[in-house]
């Protein structure tokens, strides 16, 4: 498949139609008045990766990123990352994703918490990623690699666009010990928009792409218990009104089933790190 279908595909996965209708619809029935709506109060479906809200800030705390850096976030989805960094942190992000109607509801989620100012979003390939050398402080990836086929152009393009002495966060889902994944899984409906890697080989390619390891987790057995603890709690109360079942459409039981599935089986594995362009 070529490299510009496999993008267009991965846009067609993720996208959601009326999607914005249905987030503020599910805010209504939590009881979140759209007048007073925080960026933690969309935490349940802006933060589409394993561990929620709290894997955010848990990378966050590890990168040690200051306050006032202009970031990146790659594959950044609805911007749940991006506006906590912005309110945390002071940062000025830069969401890069795939899909266009992701950017399109994040841009309208980041006015409703007031954050235009601070949280932008642009359309486009994180291979070729349409901005200058050097233009970021920081670049942000939570569980965005495993739809990205070719690792040597994503880590170069990273390196690429950091600024010396600037630091890249990750917390990304990679190919465990067993083969192959069960699908559907939350990011790929069918394997041909799933190019799950090694850690060893996502390792190498890191390094070949010039960037230096500062720290380097593996949040697998940590992610089993996260994942387990939600579908308890999900099979027991059922879905909240807000939450990411509603980006993963019909197929979500499964997707969710899945996701454990390969968990427990050790046929994906979950990575925390920090680099850095020296």
């Not at 306050?67 to 942190?89: M, S």
Request: charged fraction near 20%; hydrophobic fraction near 45%; charge should be negative.
């Amino acid at each position: 498949m070529a490299h510009a279908e496999s993008v267009d595909n991965v846009d067609a996965h993720y996208s959601v139609e009326a999607l914005d209708e249905a987030i503020l619809d599910a805010l209504g029935s939590s009881g979140k008045s759209l007048d007073s709506v925080t960026v933690e109060d969309l935490g349940p479906i802006d933060h589409f990766h394993i561990g929620g809200i709290e894997a955010t800030l848990d990378l966050l705390q590890l990168a040690g990123l200051r306050p006032g850096l202009e970031v990146l976030d790659v594959g950044g989805g609805l911007g749940g990352a991006a506006r906590l960094l912005a309110t945390r942190i002071e940062a000025n992000v830069t969401v890069l994703d795939a899909t266009s109607e992701y950017c399109r509801v994040g841009q309208r989620l980041t006015g409703l918490v007031g954050l235009d100012d601070s949280v932008s979003f642009r359309h486009g390939d994180a291979c070729n990623m349409p901005f200058g050398e050097q233009s970021f402080d920081a670049v942000w990836m939570q569980h965005a690699n495993m739809n990205i086929e070719d690792k040597d152009a994503l880590f170069g393009e990273m390196h690429r666009v950091l600024r010396p002495g600037g630091r890249a966060a990750m917390h990304e889902v990679m190919a465990g010990a067993t083969e192959p994944v069960r699908f559907p899984v939350p990011w790929a409906g069918r394997e041909s928009i799933s190019f799950l890697a090694r850690q060893d080989a996502v390792r190498e390619v890191v390094a070949g792409a010039g960037l230096k390891e500062v720290v380097w987790n593996d949040l697998t057995e940590a992610a089993l218990q996260w994942w387990r603890q939600r579908l308890a709690t999900i099979a027991e109360h059922g879905p909240p009104p807000l939450g990411t079942h509603l980006l993963m459409g019909p197929e979500a039981p499964a997707k969710a089933a899945n996701l454990l599935h390969n968990l427990e089986e050790q046929r994906i594995s979950i990575v925390q790190a920090v680099l850095e362009r020296p």
